[in-house]
């Protein structure tokens, strides 16, 4: 036992520190943390039929996302640790919490009765499971393949676009329809539409749908290298006014609505996606041509 040392017990790092780490590189991994405890928080509430809460769960998860990020390239803490972390947090905010969350609402809540207390048949459980876990994996496939996307040279004519859904913008897009059902209480002012919007085949057709949409190639609006001209400043600085006073006005009732509007932004991002490439390539024949 006298022999017996551990292995680089004095290991040193950096300029003469013995491992020793700023406590400014651990802030970004624990927003990050903070945004994975939010989206198991809002699992285990969709669980108990506290669906309002989740949803405010999921919230805090999407702008602690949003902070992690920023704070480390602010602090100048970024890590390849960090970006791993995200990537995990992703998944279980955008992944496996909105998946939970419909499930638990197609099928009656946590004891699978209707409204009018029937039970929900087990075929119907099981279906709108497999639809969960396919949006779920979809998900996962969308994160990894991004991580992948990280090492190679952007294509120019990608720059303004992503390749598929974004996770959180997939996320919103899925509970859109509880969003919007219950900010406009639809259960007692519009029972038809709200039985057509809340039926588990609906629910189960937007999981399908959007997560072929995240797993998918194609391109959709990319707010981060988004140019506007100088023209364009004054009426797009009036609209994020206007959005900012109805996100006071009626939370939920305008995340609702720009989720169903972010739904219609993907074909017309492929039209643009594809006028974009187009001039691209002609631009590069040119070039060649001389």
């Given at each position: 036992m006298g022999k017996f040392k551990f292995?680089?017990?004095h290991?040193?790092?950096?300029?003469?520190?013995?491992?020793?780490?700023?406590?400014?590189?651990?802030?970004p991994n624990l927003v990050t943390s903070l945004a994975a405890c939010a989206g198991i928080t809002s699992i285990s509430l969709s669980s108990e039929g506290r669906f309002s809460e989740a949803l405010i769960a999921l919230l805090i998860a999407c702008v602690c996302d949003g902070m992690d990020g920023r704070i480390a390239r602010l602090l100048g803490a970024s890590s390849k640790l960090g970006a791993e972390l995200d990537s995990l947090a992703d998944f279980?905010?955008?992944?496996?919490?909105?998946?939970?969350?419909?499930?638990?609402w197609l099928t009656?809540?946590?004891m699978h009765m209707t409204p009018d207390g029937a039970k929900v048949s087990e075929t119907l459980i099981r279906a709108v499971l497999g639809c969960s876990l396919f949006y779920a994996m979809c998900d996962c496939f969308r994160l990894a393949r991004f991580n992948t996307m990280l090492e190679s040279e952007p294509i120019p004519y990608w720059n303004n676009y992503f390749t598929g859904v974004p996770a959180p913008?997939?996320?919103w897009m899925v509970l859109t329809p509880y969003i919007?059902?219950?900010?406009?209480?639809?259960?007692?002012?519009?029972?038809s539409a709200y039985a057509f919007f809340s039926h588990p085949a609906f629910g189960m057709a937007m999981l399908l749908f959007v997560g072929t949409l995240m797993a998918s190639r194609f391109p959709t609006i990319s707010l981060k290298h988004l140019h506007i001209s100088k023209r364009a400043q004054r009426p797009v600085t009036a609209i994020g006014l206007f959005i900012i006073g109805c996100l006071f006005f009626d939370l939920w009732?305008?995340?609702?609505?720009?989720?169903?509007?972010?739904?219609?932004?993907?074909p017309v991002s492929c039209v643009f996606f594809l006028r974009g490439k187009k001039k691209w390539l002609l631009e590069k024949e040119v070039v060649k041509s001389e």
């Amino acid at each position: 036992m006298g022999k017996f040392k551990f292995r680089n017990r004095h290991r040193r790092t950096g300029e003469g520190g013995r491992g020793a780490v700023h406590v400014k590189a651990l802030v970004p991994n624990l927003v990050t943390s903070l945004a994975a405890c939010a989206g198991i928080t809002s699992i285990s509430l969709s669980s108990e039929g506290r669906f309002s809460e989740a949803l405010i769960a999921l919230l805090i998860a999407c702008v602690c996302d949003g902070m992690d990020g920023r704070i480390a390239r602010l602090l100048g803490a970024s890590s390849k640790l960090g970006a791993e972390l995200d990537s995990l947090a992703d998944f279980v905010n955008f992944g496996v919490a909105p998946a939970m969350f419909m499930y638990f609402w197609l099928t009656g809540g946590p004891m699978h009765m209707t409204p009018d207390g029937a039970k929900v048949s087990e075929t119907l459980i099981r279906a709108v499971l497999g639809c969960s876990l396919f949006y779920a994996m979809c998900d996962c496939f969308r994160l990894a393949r991004f991580n992948t996307m990280l090492e190679s040279e952007p294509i120019p004519y990608w720059n303004n676009y992503f390749t598929g859904v974004p996770a959180p913008g997939g996320c919103w897009m899925v509970l859109t329809p509880y969003i919007l059902l219950d900010s406009l209480n639809a259960a007692s002012r519009w029972p038809s539409a709200y039985a057509f919007f809340s039926h588990p085949a609906f629910g189960m057709a937007m999981l399908l749908f959007v997560g072929t949409l995240m797993a998918s190639r194609f391109p959709t609006i990319s707010l981060k290298h988004l140019h506007i001209s100088k023209r364009a400043q004054r009426p797009v600085t009036a609209i994020g006014l206007f959005i900012i006073g109805c996100l006071f006005f009626d939370l939920w009732l305008t995340l609702g609505v720009v989720g169903a509007l972010y739904i219609l932004t993907v074909p017309v991002s492929c039209v643009f996606f594809l006028r974009g490439k187009k001039k691209w390539l002609l631009e590069k024949e040119v070039v060649k041509s001389e």
